[in-house]
């Protein structure tokens, strides 16, 4: 009686614990880049409430931009204000705990509307300013737009935005997740509530 006791109990525990999987997604995008900011005001934004609990999203803001000097200073394909935007982004979302979150402030801030320079959605985002306004002067924001640079150059980046899943880059996929994210998505794990 207590084998079997014990024996259900095991099996209560495995089943409590079993957690829906989700897809890995990570967008390479630019914080000027019309065609970014297309993509998350008409994919990203009327999408996520449906899809939230089934993707891990990871921002990477730098797209075609590049290093020089090992980050003495940055070129980016929309000019010196996407730099300085792609590098408060970065800092910010490593500031957000949370996905939820990291995607109000994303959607904010790459949108027609927003400040070009980027501090109106951050400051909407309940982060620290001084703590922000430290990362984008200091260190920690070339750091963290080396490792996106580092990150970018991973995959075959012609077009931004980009999308790699469960980080696996495949340019048919990229291609449907810009026309079509929840297809995509859908093509990645079909058991996602509404593939069919």
């Not at 590049?66 to 800092?91: A, M, T």
């Amino acid at each position: 009686m207590f084998l079997r006791f014990v024996s259900i109990l095991a099996l209560a525990l495995v089943a409590a614990t079993v957690v829906e999987a989700r897809v890995k997604v990570t967008v390479f995008y630019e914080h000027l880049c019309p065609d970014s900011i297309r993509w998350i005001s008409n994919q990203l934004a009327p999408n996520y409430n449906a899809l939230r609990n089934h993707i891990d999203l990871e921002f990477i803001p730098f797209g075609k931009a590049r290093s020089i000097n090992g980050g003495q200073s940055f070129e980016c394909q929309h000019g010196p204000l996407e730099c300085e935007g792609n590098r408060i982004q970065s800092c910010v979302l490593n500031q957000l705990p949370d996905q939820d979150r990291q995607v109000s402030y994303v959607t904010c801030q790459m949108s027609f509307d927003a400040d070009p320079r980027g501090w109106e959605c951050t400051f909407r985002s309940g982060v620290d300013l001084v703590a922000t306004q430290n990362c984008v002067e200091g260190v920690q924001g070339v750091q963290l737009q080396l490792e996106a640079e580092r990150r970018t150059q991973q995959i075959p980046l012609t077009f931004v935005p980009s999308f790699a899943f469960n980080d696996q880059f495949d340019q048919e996929l990229n291609q449907l997740a810009f026309q079509d994210f929840p297809a995509a998505l859908c093509r990645v794990d079909s058991s996602i509530a509404g593939c069919q």
